[in-house]
């Protein structure tokens, strides 16, 4: 199977979804990623993350890594052209499974999103939140049971963004292990990281089981 990981900006992916992509990489299955936007505009400044964010998810074990240029925080001016690039992934990829990114107060995750959703009409979706920061009344309806090696292949894998953000509270590992400890024990699990379904194909005939 193949699964495609979307992000708008360097860390997304990492935050949201980094021991699930851990935990699938292990299972056999052929994971990408790809991100928007490879500069973070950041305390005033425009940073490049692209190295924190390819040695991150190098870490995790990914080997179809990817990024665009889009301008962090004008995507809205850009539709079309993010629609394309999406489109492009799906023609290239043509994944068994879609992540992205959920629709929160963050203006460039709601074009992504968006876009996501008038593109992959066909296959099974499902959205994250890379913080509760940006969407602490969501609820979750999908989980997926961690490890103790892919949580700490998640921290392992933020450790990269430690220079920058080393003060940013959702970076801190204690903090990553404890969001994973909520998410499993909604489920009655050590760990899991938390998504939504956007839509769910079963690539199986009702009549077959």
């Given at each position: 199977?193949?699964?495609?990981?979307?992000?708008?900006h360097?860390?997304?992916?990492?935050?949201?979804?980094?021991?699930?992509?851990?935990k699938?990489?292990?299972m056999?299955?052929?994971?990408?990623c790809h991100?928007?936007?490879?500069?973070?505009?950041?305390?005033?400044?425009k940073?490049?993350?692209?190295?924190c964010?390819?040695?991150a998810?190098?870490?995790?074990g990914?080997?179809?890594?990817d990024?665009?240029s889009?301008p962090?925080?004008?995507?809205?001016?850009h539709?079309?052209?993010?629609w394309?690039?999406?489109?492009n992934?799906?023609?290239?990829i043509?994944?068994?499974?879609?992540?992205?990114?959920?629709?929160?107060?963050q203006?460039?995750?709601?074009v992504?999103f968006k876009?996501?959703?008038?593109?992959?009409?066909?296959?099974?979706?499902?959205?994250?939140?890379?913080?509760i920061?940006?969407?602490?009344?969501q609820?979750s309806?999908f989980?997926?049971k961690?490890?103790?090696?892919?949580?700490t292949a998640k921290?392992?894998?933020?450790s990269?963004y430690?220079?920058?953000?080393?003060d940013?509270?959702?970076?801190?590992?204690?903090?990553?292990?404890?969001?994973?400890?909520?998410?499993?024990?909604?489920?009655?699990?050590?760990?899991?990281e938390?998504?939504?379904?956007?839509k769910?194909?079963?690539?199986?005939?009702?009549?077959?089981?």
């Amino acid at each position: 199977m193949k699964a495609l990981f979307m992000g708008c900006h360097c860390d997304d992916i990492e935050l949201g979804c980094g021991a699930t992509i851990h935990k699938y990489i292990n299972m056999g299955m052929d994971v990408y990623c790809h991100t928007f936007s490879s500069k973070s505009v950041w305390r005033g400044g425009k940073i490049d993350l692209t190295d924190c964010s390819h040695k991150a998810l190098k870490s995790l074990g990914v080997k179809n890594i990817d990024y665009s240029s889009f301008p962090t925080n004008s995507f809205y001016e850009h539709r079309q052209l993010i629609w394309e690039t999406v489109h492009n992934l799906q023609e290239m990829i043509n994944p068994d499974l879609v992540f992205t990114i959920e629709w929160d107060n963050q203006q460039d995750h709601e074009v992504l999103f968006k876009e996501s959703i008038r593109n992959f009409r066909k296959t099974t979706m499902f959205s994250y939140k890379p913080t509760i920061r940006n969407a602490p009344n969501q609820n979750s309806n999908f989980y997926e049971k961690l490890s103790l090696e892919n949580v700490t292949a998640k921290q392992q894998a933020l450790s990269y963004y430690h220079e920058i953000y080393k003060d940013v509270i959702y970076f801190q590992p204690k903090n990553i292990e404890s969001i994973l400890r909520i998410g499993g024990i909604y489920i009655e699990e050590e760990f899991a990281e938390e998504f939504n379904v956007i839509k769910m194909i079963p690539n199986y005939n009702v009549g077959d089981l």
